[in-house]
């Protein structure tokens, strides 16, 4: 269950207080659970520590991919609007873009917020469960 709950907080509260930088840093907290000596021979702590991994490090590669969109959108659209006077001219396709790209990291964020509670909820009951792969790329196994 602390596996699910550190990544999900390490994610939340990390991102709101340092842009960004918990996102990154969500596969941390679950990786020391899960590789605590304690928990080496325990089949559900392996399982869910590995599921909660996988979910931080998706979280994090999402955070850069839409950090980079995000930049990369600005930029383009940035040095593509300049008239004959020079002066910078703002187009619709500048807050079209930017909106469409924070909508889509809205969206995992939000998706990801509520398969970690489920996970959480999950654990705890003792049961084995896997995030679908949209939102944890399975990359660690248990």
């Known amino acids: 269950m602390w596996t699910?709950?550190?990544?999900?907080?390490?994610?939340?509260?990390?991102?709101s207080f340092c842009c960004g930088l918990g996102g990154i840093l969500g596969w941390i907290a679950p990786m020391?659970?899960?590789?605590?000596?304690?928990?080496?021979?325990?089949?559900?702590?392996?399982?869910?520590?590995?599921?909660?991994?996988?979910?931080?490090?998706t979280q994090g590669?999402?955070?850069v991919l839409g950090f980079i969109m995000y930049l990369s959108g600005v930029m383009t659209?940035?040095?593509?609007?300049?008239?004959?006077?020079?002066?910078?001219?703002?187009?619709?396709?500048l807050p079209i873009v930017?909106?469409?790209v924070l909508a889509l990291l809205g969206a995992f964020?939000?998706?990801g917020i509520v398969f970690?509670?489920?996970g959480t909820v999950?654990?705890?009951?003792?049961?084995?469960?896997s995030y679908p792969k949209f939102v944890a790329w399975p990359m660690v196994k248990a």
């Open 4 to 15: 699910h709950l550190s990544a999900l907080l390490t994610i939340t509260v990390g991102a």
């Open 32 to 57: 020391t659970i899960r590789n605590n000596p304690r928990n080496l021979h325990d089949p559900l702590v392996r399982h869910h520590g590995a599921q909660a991994m996988n979910f931080g490090i």
């Open 61 to 63: 590669i999402m955070v």
């Open 77 to 93: 659209l940035s040095l593509t609007t300049v008239d004959q006077r020079s002066e910078p001219v703002v187009p619709l396709a």
């Open 98 to 100: 930017l909106l469409s």
């Open 109 to 111: 964020v939000i998706t």
């Open 116 to 118: 970690a509670i489920i």
């Open 122 to 129: 999950k654990a705890s009951r003792g049961q084995i469960w």
